[in-house]
């Protein structure tokens, strides 16, 4: 069982998120998805950012470390849109978590980082939240980092695949992000190691 914390987009905790969570726990793992927006939710991008101007990112960050309060250290760290931002601002402070998770959008690997640490990036190809040159950039300093990095890419699909309420939703692309989280939470259980794009 692994413990995982998911952090939602700039659109606030929605159906995404909590749907997420419901199937990481059915296949046994314990997982929150704090609201790091107190409720608030918005339906378009630019509503979100607005958000999050107004709330703070001092205080989105607040509520992130509010809610890992009581969660082990191990705990793994996931992140959709912005949650990955979240995510990576956890990061540094989190050492001794067993993996990391970033969903449809890439970040800057931190400075310091433990060396044989997990991590999945899965992103629409193409993706403004995720141009190849970062990707080419976070995974160059992973391998130099030694971590274990593997980066999925979805063809041909919106930014927000995994959301079923979105226009940019993809079912099957949604369904297959979805089996390699789980094979990444269950590394002893997987078939095989899966790279590339879907």
């Known amino acids: 069982m692994a413990h995982v914390a998911l952090f939602h987009s700039v659109l606030g905790l929605r159906s995404a998120e909590i749907l997420a ?4 726990r059915r296949a046994g793992h314990e997982v929150i998805t704090p609201d790091l927006f107190s409720g608030e939710t918005a339906r378009t991008l630019n509503e979100g950012f607005r958000l999050v101007e107004r ?27 912005m949650g990955t931002s979240v995510v990576a601002g956890l990061w540094p402070e989190r050492p001794a978590t067993t993996g990391v998770l970033l969903l449809h959008a890439a970040v800057d690997l931190p400075v310091s980082v433990r060396p044989g640490l997990r991590v999945q990036l899965h992103a629409a190809e193409p993706d403004d939240f995720a141009p190849p040159e970062r990707v080419a950039a976070f ?19 919106g930014h927000f695949y995994i959301d079923g309420e979105l226009p940019d939703h993809d079912p099957a692309a949604a369904e297959l992000t979805w089996r390699r989280v789980l094979d990444f939470l269950n590394p002893s259980g997987s078939n095989s190691k899966m790279q590339g794009t879907a």
Do not use: K, N
């Open 21 to 24: 969570a419901e199937r990481l």
């Open 55 to 81: 709330i703070g990112w001092a205080a989105v960050m607040r509520h992130a470390r509010q809610a890992l309060g009581g969660m082990p250290d191990e705990t793994v760290l996931a992140g959709v849109s």
């Open 139 to 157: 995974c160059q300093a992973a391998r130099e980092a030694d971590v274990d990095v593997e980066v999925f890419r979805y063809p041909g699909v």
